[in-house]
């Protein structure tokens, strides 16, 4: 199975689509994609995805000079150099100089494009006058950052509000929301007021996809983790919830995916896969193993999706949006955070069922192929874009 057909199967590659719609989207966002019809980045998806249902004229991701991007970096000067650099790539200053280079870019294509999509909120699409209507696409809100990551967010007090008041104007003058999930859209609802009728929860698609389950086996006591950020994904609470399940079934083995090196003492069964670029390589992972296991918060989590769109069930946290793409019982397992034993119980429940995994694995694959693909996604824009380039209210 090669990569192009693991993403054309993913629903981002379906060309000969028939276009229903002549409505010209102009898109911003901060991937830097050079093609998104050969790059397979998350908001390329979103791209090939469009161009498939409407006139994609254009997009862009804002480009600061060489001086602005050093002025930005001195003035967020910290003595800590974690907190320098988060500073450095997400402050009110940066905001602004990155909205006046959108602007730029939207005066260059004025009568180009009927509305505009942007993805996430680093910047405004744009203030000047004859502005066309914009819709953004965003997972999470930086009040859920801030909630759940707050390490991620070393500003200041006022640096801090100075972002709120941006992102709450733009988020209130956006003729549509679309946030990913209910957890983004009662976010953007009660911490920023935003009229509910503009908020339409539209999900995610999936990237990684296996084309079939024809050949899927489960006869592997094979739990797989994958995520760089390890110690922030739940990893040293599933390396101690594992050493129960070890205990218990020593057959059983956990596969770590992301980190460049192992975080921690070797471990009975535990295997430091490293970091895996290559899409194929991931897919014969998940391909191997029984089931996927990944014990955090996520504002989304589109790893559950690939991995459930490879047949695998899940073990998860139930908080934040992971219920919404896990069901309990049907796709997955879920589990209240800090418990390794109900972490250790709910992978043991599976290693030990190989027809209990089977089962529920096959029910997480169809899950993606009914809701999570690109294409169904962009189905559920595209009438709330047109009905923006007409000035209908929501």
Not at 74 to 87: A, S, V
Not at 343 to 356: E, T, V, W, Y
Request: glycine share 8%; hydrophobic share 40%.
């Amino acid at each position: 199975m090669t990569s192009e057909r693991l993403a054309d199967e993913a629903g981002v590659g379906q060309a000969g689509r028939e276009r229903v719609s002549d409505l010209r989207v102009l898109g911003l966002d901060l991937e830097f994609i050079t093609d998104h019809q050969t790059e397979f980045s998350r908001n390329a998806a979103l791209y090939r995805a469009l161009d498939q249902r409407v006139r994609l004229v254009g997009r862009t991701s804002p480009t600061l000079t060489r001086g602005t991007d050093l002025l930005n970096k001195l003035l967020q000067f910290r003595p800590n150099l974690t907190d320098w650099r988060r500073n450095a790539h997400f402050n009110p200053y940066l905001f602004r100089k990155r909205t006046q280079v959108a602007q730029q870019y939207l005066d260059t294509r004025r009568g180009d494009y009927d509305v505009i999509l942007q993805t996430y909120l680093q910047f405004a699409p744009g203030t000047g006058p004859g502005r066309k209507p914009y819709a953004v696409y965003l997972d999470a809100t930086f009040e859920m950052s801030r909630k759940y990551y707050p390490i991620d967010h070393p500003l200041s007090k006022r640096a801090m509000a100075e972002w709120l008041g941006l992102e709450r104007q733009v988020y209130q003058g956006a003729a549509r929301l679309f946030p990913w999930s209910d957890f983004a859209a009662r976010s953007l609802i009660e911490d920023y007021g935003c009229d509910p009728r503009r908020v339409v929860r539209v999900g995610a698609g999936t990237n990684l996809l296996a084309p079939s389950l024809e050949n899927k086996r489960y006869d592997a006591p094979v739990a797989l983790f994958v995520g760089t950020q390890f110690k922030r994904k739940g990893g040293m609470e599933l390396l101690q919830a594992f050493r129960e399940v070890r205990a218990q079934w020593p057959e059983a083995e956990l596969w770590i995916v992301g980190p460049r090196l192992p975080e921690a003492a070797p471990q009975p069964g535990v295997r430091w896969i490293g970091r895996v670029r290559d899409r194929q390589v991931l897919a014969d992972l998940y391909a191997q193993a029984r089931l996927f296991v990944m014990p955090s918060f996520e504002p989304w989590g589109h790893v559950f999706c690939e991995a459930m769109g490879h047949g695998l069930p899940c073990v998860a946290l139930n908080v934040g949006s992971t219920p919404e793409i896990v069901e309990e019982g049907r796709s997955g397992l879920l589990v209240d955070p800090q418990s390794p034993e109900a972490l250790a119980a709910a992978m043991l429940q599976l290693l030990s069922d190989p027809a209990l995994a089977e089962r529920l694995g096959r029910s997480a694959y169809d899950r993606v192929r009914q809701t999570f693909l690109w294409d169904q996604v962009v189905g559920r824009m595209v009438p709330h874009l047109e009905a923006m380039a007409r000035g209908e209210d929501a």
